[in-house]
C-alpha cells in the first residue's frame, strides 16, 4: 500500500512569489494535516482536514497560507506571497477515521521550501 | 499549553555506545506519547509510542518508559549504530480525541560514527 506522498520534494523560489504544495494521503483516510519545521525549530501543526472539512486550522500562520481539499483526497497548501520566514519542510499526514484510542499518523517525506 | 522539550543536539556517539535522549513534556490530562525518527532523505516515522502511564514503547532496540510523576519520556539505546543516524523527535497527543494534533520538540540530531 502507497504511503503518504508529497510534492515537490523541494521548491526553490523568490520572494513574493507563488507556491503550491500537494499532498495525497493514503487512500481511504479521512484525517489529512499538515505541519511544518521552520529555522531546524520544532515541527508544528498548521491545520487539520477532516475529508474536505477544516476540523482545526489553529496553526495557520497568517492568511497568506490557503489550504485546501477538494473532494476530500488529496490537499494543496498555498503560500502567497512567499516570504523569506517560509523556508522550511512541510509535512503532510494522514490517519484512519476511527472511534478509537489510538490513530497512527502516517508522514509523508515532506517538501523542502526555500523562499530566496 | 501543551509542549515538549527535548534535548537538541546534534549528539556525536561511536558505534556501539550507549544512547539517551532526554525528553519532558508539560500536558494536561493523560497525553499519549511517542517518538518519531527522521532518517536522511527520508520522512518521519513512529519509532515507538506509549499511550498510558508506565507503559514502556520499544521498537529496532530503543526503549522509552512513560513516567508521569517526572513528566518524562526519555529515549534509549543500548550499542548504537551507524544506520541509527538520523533527527529524533519527542512528541505528544492530548488525547481527548483519537484524531488530535501531534505535538514536537524541536528534535535531536544524532550521528554515530565508526
Known amino acids: 500500500e502507497a504511503g503518504v506522498t508529497q510534492f515537490p520534494s523541494h521548491s526553490v523560489i523568490e520572494k513574493g512569489q507563488t507556491v503550491t504544495l500537494r499532498c495525497d494521503p493514503i487512500?481511504?483516510?479521512?484525517?489529512l494535516y499538515w505541519y511544518r519545521r521552520v529555522m531546524g525549530k520544532e515541527i508544528k501543526f498548521l491545520l487539520h482536514f477532516v475529508k474536505e472539512s477544516k476540523q482545526d486550522e489553529s496553526g495557520m500562520p497568517n492568511n497568506r497560507f490557503l489550504a485546501e481539499r477538494t473532494g476530500g483526497t488529496y490537499s494543496t497548501l498555498k503560500v502567497q506571497p512567499a516570504e523569506l520566514e517560509d523556508s522550511g519542510v512541510y509535512f503532510c499526514?494522514?490517519?484512519?477515521?476511527?472511534?478509537?484510542?489510538?490513530?497512527?499518523?502516517?508522514f509523508g517525506p515532506g517538501t523542502r521550501l526555500t523562499v530566496l | 499549553g501543551n509542549s515538549v522539550t527535548q534535548m537538541e543536539g546534534p549528539v556525536t556517539l561511536s558505534e556501539e555506545a550507549f544512547l539517551t535522549i532526554n525528553c519532558t513534556y508539560t500536558?494536561?490530562?493523560?497525553?499519549?506519547l511517542f517518538w518519531y525518527v527522521q532518517y536522511p532523505g527520508e520522512g518521519l516515522q513512529l519509532l515507538l509510542k506509549?499511550?498510558?502511564?508506565?507503559d514502556k514503547g520499544s521498537n529496532k532496540g530503543f526503549e522509552a518508559t512513560y513516567r508521569k510523576e517526572t513528566t518524562s519520556f526519555h529515549l534509549e539505546k543500548g550499542s548504537v549504530q551507524v544506520s541509527d543516524s538520523a533527527v529524533y523527535f519527542c512528541?505528544?497527543?492530548?488525547?481527548?480525541?483519537?484524531?488530535?494534533?501531534?505535538?514536537f520538540g524541536p528534535g535531536t540530531s544524532l550521528s554515530v560514527i565508526p
Open positions: 512528541a505528544l497527543r492530548r488525547g481527548e480525541t483519537s484524531y488530535d494534533k501531534v505535538i
Open positions: 487512500s481511504g483516510h479521512d484525517n
Open positions: 506509549a499511550t498510558k502511564a508506565d
Open positions: 499526514a494522514s490517519s484512519e477515521q476511527r472511534l478509537s484510542s489510538y490513530n497512527e499518523q502516517f
Open positions: 500536558a494536561t490530562g493523560y497525553p499519549s
